[in-house]
């Protein structure tokens, strides 16, 4: 059973950065996507980024381009979200979710992912 745990939230100020974790577990994950989306309070889960298990492709939403990275660790079987430059906008609960059929079209819809973990809050204040 695949099972995803995600760590690293917390609070910082405007600017600062924060790196989150998703350790995987339960599978090979050859051939899965992996993503992070986000969802704040009154608001729908909204995709951030997503990378390959295998491969090195990344996708991202526009609003975190250039700020944000993503990569996963075969050895450890992590997935990671680098955030640099946090804004107050980024403050969300922030989800890692896997499934083995996402289709390029699908890739930033919810709908698409098996399997989600639990989240971690990120808030981004002064």
């Known amino acids: 059973q695949v099972r995803l745990v995600e760590s690293g939230g917390g609070l910082v100020q405007p600017g600062g950065s924060l790196r989150l974790t998703c350790a995987a577990s339960g599978s090979t994950f050859s051939g899965y996507t992996m993503a992070w989306f986000r969802q704040s309070p009154g608001k729908e889960r909204e995709f951030v980024a997503a990378?390959?298990?295998?491969?090195?492709?990344?996708w991202y939403t526009d609003s975190v381009k250039g700020r944000f990275t993503v990569s996963r660790d075969k050895t450890s079987n992590t997935v990671s979200l680098q955030m640099n430059g946090l804004k107050p906008e980024d403050t969300a609960v922030y989800y890692c979710a896997t499934s083995r059929t996402v289709i390029l079209s699908s890739l930033s819809r919810s709908s698409a992912y098996a399997t989600w973990g639990q989240g971690t809050q990120v808030t981004v204040s002064s």
């Open positions: 990378i390959k298990w295998n491969g090195d492709r990344t």
